[in-house]
Antibody, heavy 120, light 108 residues
Framework: QVQLVQSGAEVKKPGASVKVSCKAS????????IQWVRQAPGQGLEWMGI????????SYAQEFQGRVTMTRDTSTNTVYMQLSGLRSEDTAIYYC?????????????WGQGTTVTISS | SYELTQPPSVSVSPGQTARITCSGD??????AYWYQQKPGQAPVLVMY???ERPSGIPERFSGSSSGTTVTLTISGVQAEDEADYYC???????????FGGGTKLTVL
């Protein structure tokens, strides 16, 4: 079945970096964008950026420019999101979600979420 | 940066109709999407391209668009519909996605 499986929870110290993975299965990896969305405790959804697994093109939300890096590995159908310069405000659940290319069908499949906790 | 505006909360009794609005300047040019999120769960797509319902989503969910406002309507609300609802769209150029602040639907 179609699914996105994310890596496990992380605890990091302020100033460190975290790398979260999102492994796709059950569909053609290169036909769907992967979006990254985060949700701080008790807060709403925040869009972080988008990667095209086919060509590798990327767009980041302005709020994360300079701190976030999204990459993909087409040999393992996996997308990665790395966030650096971590601060307490980055404590959140990080989700990946797929979005079809060109059909405007929305983010129809989501990963289970990865909890990232920033604590000294 | 571009923003989508939703009411923080909507309350209805079971069987009534709930309407959740989302406003944004680029909505006449860009499609809107709606996601339902229950506590401890990942969001679920309940509406795409303003008014299209994904398979598996009950018919009581519908969507509409008028100018700079889109609306998610839930007819005959049930207790299981109690959740947070987020609208999502893109900026006028279509590259940057954005979410509304979310609306907590309470079924009285």
């Amino acid at each position: 079945q179609v699914q996105l499986v994310q890596s496990g929870a992380e605890v990091k110290k302020p100033g460190a970096s975290v790398k979260v993975s999102c492994k796709a299965s059950g569909y053609t990896f290169t036909r769907y964008f992967i979006q990254w969305v985060r949700q701080a405790p008790g807060q709403g959804l925040e869009w972080m950026g988008i990667i095209n697994p086919s060509g590798g093109s990327i767009s980041y939300a302005q709020e994360f420019q300079g701190r976030v890096t999204m990459t993909r590995d087409t040999s393992t159908n996996t997308v990665y999101m790395q966030l650096s310069g971590l601060r307490s405000e980055d404590t959140a659940i990080y989700y990946c979600a797929r979005e079809d290319m060109g059909y405007y069908n929305g983010m129809d499949v989501w990963g289970q979420g990865t909890t990232v906790t920033i604590s000294s | 940066s571009y923003e989508l505006t939703q009411p923080p909360s909507v309350s209805v009794s079971p069987g009534q109709t709930a309407r959740i609005t989302c406003s944004g300047d680029a909505l006449p040019k860009q499609y809107a999407y709606w996601y339902q999120q229950k506590p401890g769960q990942a969001p679920v797509l309940v509406m795409y391209k303003d008014s299209e319902r994904p398979s598996g989503i009950p018919e009581r969910f519908s969507g509409s668009s008028s100018g700079t406002t889109v609306t998610l309507t839930i007819s005959g609300v049930q207790a299981e519909d109690e959740a947070d609802y987020y609208c999502q769209s893109a900026d006028s150029g279509g590259t940057y996605r954005v979410f509304g602040g979310g609306t907590k639907l309470t079924v009285l």
